[in-house]
């Protein structure tokens, strides 16, 4: 059934070109590789929150692959970044995480997704005041991102990174 699924995934792919992932917007270069990263990344969340964390880990290394060699196809996609910035701190590199978040900023400073996983950054790293600065801009979005970091900045909510 998988294979069927992913088999009809690609078809969908190579013939449409214009996918529509939930809260992710049309996937930016048309690639595989980014269609492939986000499912990854989607199993991955479902892998963590029934506490099997080496699967997740493993689905992490392989979107951030795929999302890398997607950024190197297209350059510079908002979305790509964002996806970038949360399998690499997902895999505990924050550093570079928060370099991928910071680029994807530069192009659009008010992506609710990348604002709220920088937020959730800032607070593992423990630099509460920028987390709080992510929230601002988040504020007035009606979203949930908004409402998510501010719960774990709050503590009502337990961060899972």
Known sequence: MKKFIYTLLIITALTNNSFSAGSASDYPDG????????????????YEKKG?????????????????????????????????????????????????????????????GINEYLGEL???????????ERLEILKSCNCEEYTQLREIINGTKKSKY
């Open 31 to 46: 690639s595989l590789s980014y269609t492939k990263a986000y499912n990854l990344i989607k199993a991955a969340k479902k």
């Open 52 to 112: 099997k964390t080496e699967k997740a880990q493993k689905n992490y290394a392989k979107a951030q692959k795929l999302l890398l060699k997607s950024n190197k196809k297209k350059p510079l996609q908002v979305d790509t970044l964002n996806y970038l910035g949360f399998t690499t701190r997902k895999l505990g590199d924050y550093k570079k995480g928060e370099e991928f978040y910071l680029q994807g900023l530069k192009i659009e400073p008010n992506h609710n």
């Open 122 to 132: 800032y607070i593992v790293t423990n630099r509460l005041d920028l987390a709080k």
